[in-house]
Structure formats: structure tokens, C-alpha cells
């Protein structure tokens, strides 16, 4: 695909961010309807996109997309989250706030509302599959070596952040494709587990605007050239490199180099933002990061992309 085919599939993701940008400062979404929506996307919406992408999808009974994915999505995160602490350290951050916040923020790329419509886009659900397994790796990395890094939290009570819907509903997925037990989940489940499962994306795109749009008020707070500089070269720089590297020369499946690239190609993931508020962080060090990356992205991930593809044999 060329870069300008690329790029059409990217434009409307983040178009729709920009959309939930103008919903809130218009005030059609308020404090406590963004809080419920983002748990219904999270809760309830995810884990029937999760549900569908992996029952029945025969692309999901080979070791290659059921092993390899998560521990690719654990190893990368972890390696981001250092390389991400040692930059942040080397630029002068004095606050060593600010230093585990870059580390947290840079280090781990979005996994979930960007990547998912454009693996769906260009390859179809049985990629989208692997991307959610994958996620796997990256959910224990972020809130056990993540919150870490941040807060200094112990191993235990990072572990017991992966009790949720979104990896039981997972295991649940998973077993019923191994099991040949997915031939006999009812039509009438199934039927509502999609219709609800179409909404994730899309509502999850605009709750990611919604959730940024109260960081944007103040223009001239956003500005740090020397962090969003530094992130940006983490990122969207040096990450994409290794993670590139590994789709060509690792032996994995055309499903999970297809993952790899496109993963390496995303800017940093939204979900800092809200550790940081909650584990002694700076918030405001996490949305310049995101919106630095998110704005550059527009440009370098068509091309990452295109370029991933051609360099690992597969595009």
C-alpha cells in the first residue's frame, strides 16, 4: 500500500479523536458521564470486541499467535519503559516525577484504539485477534513493571490490576476456540456480543478526545519542546527500530509481523494519563507526551508502516 492508501486509513482514526475533542469543550459530555462511558468502553464494550475477534477465528488455535504475542507485547513494553527512563534521565528532567512519568508515557505505544481499526482495515479480524492477545503482554507489563516505575507500588498490588473483564472475558475467548466449544455459543449471543462490539472502536476514539480536550484549554501549558522532542524520538524514533527488527527476523506468524509493525508505528498510549493521576505522577508531563506524539504520528506512522511491511517481506 502506498503512503497516501495509509494514510487514508489513519486520518479517520484521528479524526475521531478530534471529534470527541469538540464534544467536550462544546459540554454535550460532563465529568461524570466521561467517567461512566470510559467504563463502559473498558468493561463492557472491550471484552465483546475481544469475544468476537477470537471465537471462532481459526487463526487463533496455533501456538505462534497464542504464545508469542503476549510475551512480544510484555518484552517491548518493559524494553520502551527503560530506554524511555534512561532518555528522560539524560535530558535533565530534575523532578524525578517528571522522569518515571516520561518513562511510563514514552515508553508504552498505544495498543488498543488506533491500532485495532487499522489492523482491521488493512488485514481483516484474524490479525485484530492476535493484536488483542498480544495486549495480553502489554496489560501485565503496564500495570506490574509500569505502575512500578511510576509509584513504587509492590509487585502484589500491581498483579492485582489484571483482575478484570478484559482478560477473564480473554481466558473465557480463548478456551471456547481451543475447546471446538465455540460452534455451540448461541446466535442470540452472539448477535448482541457484535452489535455491541462495533461500538468499541468508535466510541473508544471519542472518549480518547473527551479525555483530552480538559488538558487543552491552556495552549501554553502543552508547550515543552525538549520532553515532546525526547518522547518523540523514543517512540517514534528508536522503539519502532527494534520492533521492526523483530517482525523480520524473528520466526513468528504473518499475523503477529502484521501486529509488530503496526504497533511500532503508534505514538504513546492514553492510559498514562489516568495512572499518573492516580499513582503520584504528573498528569500534565503524560498529555504533552501523548498530544506531542499523538500530532506527529499523523505524519510517521503511514510511513512506518509502509515501511515495516516492505522491510519484514510481508507488504
Known sequence: MSYWNLLSLTLPVFALIAVGVVVRRVGWVEDVAEASLIRVVVNLLMPCLIFESIVGNTSMRTAGNLLLPPLMGFGFTVAGLVVALYVGRSIGLSDGRAARTFALTAGIANYGYLPLPILSQMFGPQSQGVLLIHNVGVEVALWT???LVLSGLS??????KLINPVLLTLFVAVALNLS???DYVPTLLTDIVHSLARCMVPLGLLMTGV???QYIREPKQLFAPR???AASVVRLGILPVFMMCAARWLPCPVELKRVLVVQAAMPSAV???IIARHYGGIP????QIVLGTTAISVFTCPLWIRAGLVWAGIG
Open 155 to 160: 509487585l502484589r498490588e500491581g498483579w492485582k
Open 271 to 273: 492510559i498514562p494519563i
Open 211 to 213: 479525555n483530552l480536550a
Open 284 to 287: 500534565l508531563t503524560a498529555v
Open 227 to 229: 520532553t515532546i522532542l
Open 180 to 182: 471446538g466449544l465455540s
Open 145 to 147: 513493571v509500569g505502575v
